[in-house]
């Protein structure tokens, strides 16, 4: 997966077929390689309830366009963390006249050495998914929350084409009953969770639509390999929902 995040943020930014396909799917275009439109992101921003002058960690900030939009969104000074140095040195370059409320740091989520209670709010957007071990995780993303601090994730939890639908836990579709709530819980945390399963079928079907009609457009930029990893996300997650498999929400815990 390393290589295709090299491969993908060093051509995806320069591309404007893969511009038109974030601005039609997503609401605008912030180089998105997750599953979170606008409302999403907007949803997320209002639980943070962060304030100008306070401080946030975003954790699998790719090239650091949602990063930028959360900043510029609340005011607060943000660190985004990627394990990608290509995405890094972009989100640092584009930003230097934003060094005020932007850092940028590569590192991996499985290896943090976060500061301790430095943090207003933690975000992770599509990310958790990379920790080998939530607990863990979820134990480095509390030390590094001051008192009253906040962690939010959009997240996704579903079959994966490869687990035979009689293995899959069903009863763990409920949201305070998936694998990161119930480590969230486990770890001592409060959970609120908004259920945005409907939303993510309707992205997904607008992807593929999307996706469909700018096929062409993607192939004569030579990045079928975008396309088709894009595609095999809408397909796995129009598929998963219609099976009733399938659940995404926003979390914030504290
Ligand atoms: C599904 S993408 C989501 C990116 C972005 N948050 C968004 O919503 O568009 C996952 C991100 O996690 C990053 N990532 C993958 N493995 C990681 C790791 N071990 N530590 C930190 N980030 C990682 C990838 O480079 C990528 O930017």
């Known amino acids: 997966m390393q290589d295709f995040y090299e491969a993908f943020y060093r051509l995806a930014p320069h591309s404007s077929t893969h511009a038109e396909f974030c601005t039609r799917v997503f609401g605008q275009n912030l180089c998105q390689h997750g599953f979170a439109d606008m409302h999403q992101l907007d949803m997320l921003i209002e639980g943070l309830e962060l304030k100008p002058g306070q401080s946030a960690l975003e ?11 959360i900043a510029d969104r609340t005011g607060a000074h943000i660190t985004g963390i990627d394990t990608i140095a290509a995405a890094i040195e972009q989100a640092q370059a584009r930003t230097t006249s934003k060094a005020d409320c932007l850092t940028f740091i590569q590192g991996d989520i499985n290896a943090l050495a976060l500061p301790a209670s430095a943090y207003d709010a933690i975000i992770l957007i599509d990310s958790i ?4 071990d939530y607990a863990r995780t979820i134990q480095d993303l509390g030390a590094a929350l001051r008192p009253g601090g906040r962690l939010a994730f959009l997240y996704a939890y579903g079959r994966e084409p490869w687990v035979a639908k009689a293995d899959f836990p069903v009863e763990n579709l409920l949201p305070n009953r998936t694998p990161l709530a119930a480590a969230l819980i486990a770890s001592g945390f409060t959970v609120t969770a908004r259920d945005v399963t409907r939303q993510d079928y309707e992205i997904a079907q607008r992807r593929k639509a999307v996706l469909t009609d700018l096929r062409a457009r993607f192939e004569r930029e030579n990045l079928q390999f975008i396309w088709e990893n894009r595609m095999g996300d809408a397909n796995g997650v129009i598929q998963a929902v219609e099976d009733g498999m399938h659940v995404r929400c926003l979390y914030i815990a504290s």
């Open 59 to 69: 954790i699998g900030c790719g090239n650091g366009m949602i990063t930028e939009y």
């Open 129 to 132: 998914y990379f920790s080998n």
